[in-house]
């Protein structure tokens, strides 16, 4: 009888060829091996098990699609909302602006000229035309050394602002021709020196559309227009004018009206003389942006004069 062994006899070596079992060893888990016990242990047919995979699925599938859709619609959202506060930052502006623009263009009239001017307003929207006229011509009358009238009328928000030239003609029944009209930037002054000499100064953008439009407006003709505004002598073109040497009187033949080339401060101009010699109009470009119309040389000449340096300044 082979002896006892002790309890801390090690286990004996197996011998060769003998199977060696390990128990306790859990065994591998499969996804085949665990629908099988699903299906033992709780009564499962695979039907069930399809069906629960298919919702399980159905789920997945439909958080995944919902991802995308909430991301658009809060791109979406936020596009909306910069979109609103760039308008509604955009009508501020463009409000301020117009406010900030019509005092700019109020005051637009005498910066033309050398600081130092007596500048007025007046309004003329709510006047017809021989009140506009009256009421411009007893201002200009005033005794000043140089003068600058700024018309006006009340825009949409009961604002005075200076009115553009087109306006002004039209509101005076000054009809100049239409390619000067365009051509005319918008921008003008009236004004008077001494209260007696007045003078037009117009403000362009297209020398050449101008310089035609004025020959244009020559044959209108542009002193009948232009006679109660710039208080214009009228022209004498009776036939016949008489002279004097203090002795004798003698009658001349006096020929009609028309314009001529001059100079005046070394700058082309255009000068209407009656038929008996009379300067009855001037008008001239002392640079390719501005036109100065006037009845006398002199006051053409003080016109340039404050212009070129207003704009040297």
């Known amino acids: 009888m082979p002896p006892e062994q002790t309890q801390n006899q090690s286990p004996q070596t197996p011998a060769p060829n003998e199977k ?37 699925h159905s789920k997945y599938m439909e958080a995944e699609k919902a991802e995308p859709v909430l991301a658009k619609r809060a791109v979406t959202i936020a596009v909306v909302v910069l979109i609103l506060i760039t308008l509604s930052a955009g009508i501020l502006w463009i409000s301020s602006l117009g406010k900030s623009g019509e005092q700019l263009q109020t005051l637009s009239t005498p910066s033309m000229f050398i600081s130092g001017i007596d500048s007025k307003t007046i309004s003329i929207d709510k006047l017809n035309q021989s ?25 949409s928000n009961g604002t005075n602002v200076a009115i553009t030239v087109q306006t002004f003609f039209s509101k005076l029944g000054i009809y100049p021709p239409a390619d000067l009209l365009r051509a005319l930037t918008g921008q003008f002054s009236i004004g008077s020196i001494g209260g007696q000499a007045r003078f037009l100064v117009l403000k362009t953008n297209y020398y050449a559309g101008a310089f035609a439009g004025m020959l244009g407006w020559e044959k209108k003709p542009m002193e009948k227009d232009l006679q109660g505004l710039l208080n214009l002598p009228k022209p004498n073109n009776s036939g016949i004018k008489t002279e004097t040497d203090g002795t004798s009187t003698v009658l001349i033949s006096v020929s009609q009206s028309a314009f001529t080339d001059s100079i005046i401060s ?20 002392p640079d390719n942006n501005t036109i100065i119309i006037t009845s006398n040389e002199n006051t053409a000449k003080i016109v340039t004069d404050k212009l070129l340096k207003s704009a040297s300044n």
């Open 20 to 56: 060696v079992v390990i128990n306790n060893v859990a065994p591998i888990h499969t996804y085949k091996s665990d629908v099988a016990n699903f299906i033992k242990e709780g009564g499962k047919s695979m039907a069930d098990i399809a069906i629960a995979e298919n919702a399980r």
């Open 131 to 155: 009140e506009a006229l009256n009421a411009i011509s007893n201002i200009l009358n005033q005794s000043s050394p140089f003068l600058a009238v700024n018309p006006t009328e009340k825009n």
């Open 266 to 285: 070394n700058r082309d101009a255009r000068i209407l003389k009656d038929g008996a010699g009379s300067t009855i109009l001037i008008y001239l470009f």
